[in-house]
C-alpha cells in the first residue's frame, strides 16, 4: 500500500506563488510516474504536470511556463505555482502510479484571490 501526503497548500493573491508537496510513504516501490491534478467546484478533475520516472516532464497548456514540478528523491514531487490566477483555485490532488496502479493523495486547497 502506498500512502501520499500532499501539503503547501492555502489562500494565496493573484500574482503570488505557492510550492506543494507531496510525500509517498509505505510499500512505494518503482514508480512510473507522479504527478497533480486538479479539481475546481463544478469541473472536472484535470491533469496539471507530470513527472516520470526518467525525469520527463508535462504540463497542462495552461500552466506552462508558471508551474514547475520537480522531486528530490523517489518519495517527494513538488509543484512550484507561480503567476497564480483565480482560475487556479481548485483542490490539487498528487497521484503516483506504482505497478499499474494509480495511488491519490486527499487532496490540498489552493484559493486564489484577484
Known amino acids: 500500500q502506498v500512502q501520499l501526503v500532499e501539503s503547501g497548500g492555502g489562500v494565496v493573491q493573484a500574482g503570488g506563488s505557492l510550492r506543494l508537496s507531496c510525500a509517498a510513504s509505505?510499500?512505494?516501490?518503482?514508480?512510473?510516474?507522479m504527478g497533480w491534478y486538479r479539481q475546481a467546484p463544478g469541473k472536472l478533475r484535470e491533469r496539471v504536470a507530470t513527472i516520470t520516472n526518467g525525469g520527463s516532464t508535462s504540463y497542462v497548456d495552461s500552466v506552462k511556463g508558471r508551474f514547475t514540478i520537480s522531486g528530490d528523491n523517489a518519495r517527494t514531487v513538488f509543484l512550484q505555482m507561480n503567476s497564480l490566477k483565480p482560475e487556479d483555485t481548485a483542490v490539487y490532488y498528487c497521484y503516483r502510479d506504482v505497478r499499474g496502479i494509480r495511488y491519490w493523495g486527499q487532496g490540498t486547497q489552493v484559493t486564489v484571490s484577484s
Open positions: 509505505g510499500s512505494i516501490g518503482s514508480f512510473s510516474a
